[in-house]
């Protein structure tokens, strides 16, 4: 009963007074947050490429009101770009030269050079949100961005790339389904 009563005290948490306040980083939280969210998006963009046969990569559709949308090859490479775009300025860093406006580098162009490119948007985004909390690596401002004339948190820059990513991931389903291809995300 001693042995019993001595591994309770010692597994019971300290008493904090009531109404006393604990104070804590929250860097830690939210990186692992963003985390989760990041590596959920990476999922199933990553997935939604996979899926999609590489002959319709260059699949717009053409019914309705659709003049001018990119195609599925091209919004993941837009969608990509903007990543890297983003959470090179959460880093501080310049994006990369072939990030260009937003479109991608002109060099990628097949199913598997597409792919490669999401995932490496993605390792980007982790990178950045690995820094939050870092106060030694400075966060630019984007042009891209709605955060103009100031210097926007590195946790903003993040919040907008998924916000944009889920954005385009919308109308990548909508793109699959149209071909006929049921978004992994979607399937039992």
Same mark, same amino acid.
């Given at each position: 009963?001693?042995?019993?009563?001595?591994?309770?005290?010692?597994?019971?948490?300290?008493?904090?007074?009531?109404?006393?306040?604990?104070?804590?980083?929250?860097?830690?939280?939210?990186?692992?947050?963003?985390?989760?969210?990041?590596? *959920?998006?990476? #999922?199933?963009?990553?997935?939604?490429?996979?899926?999609?046969?590489?002959?319709?990569?260059?699949?717009?559709?053409?019914? $309705?009101?659709?003049? $001018?949308?990119?195609?599925?090859?091209?919004?993941?490479?837009?969608?990509?770009?903007?990543?890297?775009?983003?959470?090179?300025?959460?880093? $501080?860093?310049?994006?990369?030269?072939?990030?260009?406006?937003?479109?991608?580098?002109?060099?990628?162009?097949?199913?598997?050079?597409?792919?490669?490119?999401?995932?490496?948007?993605?390792?980007?985004?982790?990178?950045?949100?690995?820094?939050?909390?870092?106060? #030694?690596?400075?966060? #630019?401002?984007?042009?891209?961005?709605?955060?103009?004339?100031?210097?926007?948190? #590195?946790?903003? *820059? *993040?919040?907008?790339?998924?916000?944009?990513?889920?954005?385009?991931?919308?109308?990548?389903?909508?793109?699959?389904?149209?071909?006929?291809?049921?978004?992994?995300?979607?399937?039992?």
């Amino acid at each position: 009963m001693k042995h019993l009563l001595l591994v309770f005290v010692l597994l019971m948490p300290p008493a904090i007074p009531a109404g006393a306040q604990v104070a804590r980083d929250s860097s830690n939280q939210d990186r692992a947050d963003f985390l989760y969210f990041v590596q *959920l998006q990476r #999922r199933d963009l990553v997935e939604a490429a996979l899926a999609m046969p590489a002959d319709k990569y260059a699949f717009t559709p053409t019914e $309705g009101a659709f003049a $001018g949308v990119r195609s599925f090859g091209r919004q993941l490479k837009h969608l990509a770009a903007t990543n890297y775009i983003l959470a090179s300025a959460a880093l $501080g860093v310049e994006p990369p030269a072939d990030a260009g406006d937003e479109m991608g580098p002109d060099s990628v162009v097949t199913k598997d050079q597409i792919v490669r490119y999401l995932e490496g948007s993605f390792d980007l985004m982790e990178r950045a949100i690995h820094a939050i909390g870092d106060a #030694r690596l400075p966060v #630019r401002s984007s042009a891209i961005s709605p955060f103009q004339g100031h210097t926007p948190t #590195r946790i903003a *820059l *993040l919040a907008e790339s998924m916000i944009h990513a889920f954005d385009h991931y919308g109308q990548i389903v909508v793109y699959l389904r149209m071909n006929g291809v049921i978004p992994p995300a979607s399937r039992p």
